[in-house]
């Protein structure tokens, strides 16, 4: 089985990309052309979206070098030991919807200071594939087509993320701490 998953994950995006190129000659589709054309739409949205993704990234930045950070772990240790959730994983929980690089480096923090096969080292790991980077999405896809008011998707989003970081200490007290 692992031969064969393993198998699949090495040709999987070969025969997507021959797949496009066939389909694309079948159709008889100028695939230079629309492929150049498609870069450079893609180089303008990223201007676009610019202003967006470096007001993000500075908010980020200050709050790891202001210490906000370390603060609100700390005022929230009592609350979360009550929930069931790692006061070592919070920092992640309030950097994972803001930036995925930030959230990263913070997983890799926690994996490097208590082990990526710890309690908390499995919860952050869980945790970071089990939340979106909310805020960066939002500026990416609402920047480029220009979207003002994002109405409910903030309150929805948010949510979501706290169900998933929920959702991932329940599953690894299931699994690695239940006997």
């Known amino acids: 089985m692992i031969r064969l998953l393993t198998f699949f994950s090495v040709v999987a995006i070969p025969i997507m990309i021959t797949i496009i190129l066939v389909h694309g ?11 150049v054309e498609g870069a450079t739409e893609g180089f303008k949205t990223a ?3 610019m202003p967006y993704l470096i007001a993000i990234f500075l908010a980020i930045g200050l709050m790891r070098k202001s210490g906000a950070m370390d603060l609100l ?3 929230m240790t009592p609350l979360l030991a009550r929930i069931g959730i790692p006061p070592e994983v919070l920092p992640l929980a309030l950097m994972r919807p803001i930036s995925g690089s930030g959230a990263l480096g913070v997983v890799q923090d926690i994996l490097t200071y208590y082990g990526p096969d710890s309690y908390v080292g499995r919860v952050a790991s869980t945790m970071m594939g089990s939340a979106e980077t909310i805020f960066y999405t939002m500026a990416v896809y609402f920047g ?3 979207v003002k008011v994002s109405r409910h ?6 949510l979501a993320h706290f169900v998933a970081v929920l959702a991932s200490v329940w599953v690894c ?4 701490l239940s006997p």
């Open 25 to 35: 000659a079948i159709k008889r589709v100028n695939l230079y052309d629309v492929f």
């Open 144 to 146: 480029a087509i220009g």
């Open 153 to 158: 998707t903030v309150p929805a989003a948010l």
């Open 73 to 75: 772990t700390r005022l």
């Open 173 to 176: 007290k299931i699994l690695f």
């Open 47 to 49: 201007i676009r979206i």
